[in-house]
């Protein structure tokens, strides 16, 4: 049987992620009897993404669930232990279509529930030139991307990145903006930069600010704008009760841009039989299957 190491031993930290608030996302919010229902959000997307310099049609499916987690390994717990730490897991798909292949990229965030902060987030590229992997630890003082590219000049290895106050990943803010203390019009944060890729590239935490607005068009959306070194990032929510500010389009500073289709509520991970096939969403183009 193979033996776990604790992930944090791993990378040269043994504390545990700090527990202390140090965001500003609502925790209300994340704690909401919502999350404990057994079920999960499961959503579609209409994507356009940049590729190649070209914006690409494809399609999105993000999920969020409540999970219990290892804390010293930050995976899911298998018994549910009292140590164990309840998380929100924030899944994101990406299927986009370019030319006679298909990149298939997800990227997962972890967020506590008691503290709104995101300790890991993994990443998986896969398309036919080959494969990418990251993994992002968040710490009080440090962020480590260990990865392992199929690009020569990357290859195997690790970046450590030095940190004052708690680090955001830019994958992450579809979640956390949800839960964004609508009280303040203006938040300041630490963003670590896209993890989307096939290449590591050079990957930076800079400062970025948060604004919030009504939407001015329709009562019950909520914009925001996300201004960082890169651009702007525009999202508007649903703040209707029964939608809980879910994301119903954002515009990425690069011009990428996600329209919602459709949501659904469901313990999918109990759907797996021929006939829950029936369940899919309807609007999958074929060609995202390649």
Request: hydrophobic share 35%; net charge positive.
């Amino acid at each position: 049987m193979a033996r776990l190491v604790p992930l944090l031993a791993l990378i040269g930290f043994t504390t545990v992620f700090a527990q202390t608030k140090t965001t500003p996302f609502d925790a209300a919010w994340f704690q909401h009897s919502r999350w404990n229902d057994n079920k999960a959000e499961v959503f579609q997307y209409r994507t356009l993404e940049k590729k190649y310099d070209a914006l690409r049609s494809g399609t999105a499916t993000w999920i969020v669930v409540k999970e219990n987690h290892v804390p010293d390994y930050y995976v899911k717990s298998e018994n549910n232990a009292p140590s164990s730490v309840p998380m929100l897991k924030f899944v994101q798909i990406y299927d986009t279509p370019t030319g006679i292949y298909t990149y298939h990229q997800e990227i997962i965030s972890f967020v506590r529930q008691d503290t709104q902060t995101v300790p890991r987030s993994t990443f998986s590229s896969q398309e036919w030139c080959g494969l990418t992997f990251k993994d992002l630890i968040l710490l009080p003082t440090k962020a480590v991307l260990e990865f392992n590219s199929y690009w020569e000049k990357e290859g195997l290895g690790s970046l450590t990145f030095e940190t004052k106050t708690p680090v955001i990943p830019y994958n992450a803010l579809p979640l956390l903006i949800r839960a964004l203390a609508v009280g303040k019009k203006e938040f300041r944060i630490q963003l670590f930069d896209d993890l989307i890729s096939n290449k590591v590239g050079k990957p930076a935490i800079q400062e970025a600010t948060l604004s919030l607005r009504p939407n001015g068009k329709k009562k019950n959306l909520l914009d925001i704008e996300v201004k960082h070194p890169k651009g702007v990032d525009h999202f508007s929510i649903d703040t209707d009760k029964d939608k809980f500010n879910q994301v119903v389009s954002w515009k990425k500073w690069d011009g990428s841009s996600y329209e919602l289709v459709e949501m659904k509520r469901i313990d999918y991970w109990n759907r797996h039989g021929v006939e829950d096939e029936a369940l899919r969403f309807k609007s999958f183009p074929a060609d995202t299957k390649n």
